[in-house]
């Protein structure tokens, strides 16, 4: 009961991170999985692991984490990245859940999918109004929040998922009271 829920926690986790920045999440899977014991991926999903694959997840994370520093080019990023993030959420969800037997595989995809496109949602939507309110000069500051963010919760959603289930709650926590906050402003 414990390993599935630490399993289901971990699958949540990790496709919140994804919503974020999905090239990263899927590098540092990849690379757990490569290089420890703490995250099994099954057959299709253990091709992350090979060393094209990982390159490649390399190159694509440079890419993302450059690309989302700069005011315009963020947002097109952002664009091009909403097939992507859920996506990548999804394979997430899945490959972290396959040892629950009773999850289905369809139903670990569709809530992948969901978790990530409604984090990716939420940050494709304020980016443009980071960009507006600073005059683009924030962007870098707020990307790399998002970044750390994204790769603290991935590594903490495998190594301690009932820890990670507080960070996300609390995150969820802030997001709510600042939303609160402008609302009771407009």
Avoid at 99 to 124: E, N, Q, R, W, Y
Avoid at 143 to 161: C, N, Y
């Amino acid at each position: 009961m414990v390993e599935a829920l630490s399993n289901i926690i971990t699958s949540f986790g990790l496709s919140a991170s994804a919503g974020l920045n999905a090239y990263l999440t899927l590098l540092i899977v990849a690379l757990i999985a490569r290089f420890t014991d703490l995250i099994q991926l099954q057959a299709p999903f253990t091709a992350l692991t090979n060393g094209w694959a990982l390159a490649t997840l390399a190159v694509l994370t440079l890419v993302e984490i450059l690309a989302d520093k700069i005011p315009a080019v963020d947002t097109a990023n952002d664009l091009l990245e909403s097939l992507v993030r859920p996506a990548a959420g999804a394979v997430l969800f899945a490959a972290s859940s396959n040892v629950i037997a009773d999850l289905h595989p369809v139903l670990a995809l569709i809530c992948g999918l969901f978790v990530a496109g409604t984090v990716h949602v939420a940050k494709s939507t304020a980016r443009p109004v980071v960009t507006a309110t600073t005059a683009g000069i924030g962007n870098p500051v707020v990307s790399t929040v998002e970044d750390l963010t994204a790769a603290t919760v991935s590594v903490v959603s495998i190594v301690f998922p009932l820890f990670a289930l507080l960070l996300i709650l609390v995150g969820i926590w802030i997001l709510w009271r600042v939303w609160r906050r402008n609302l009771s402003h407009s």
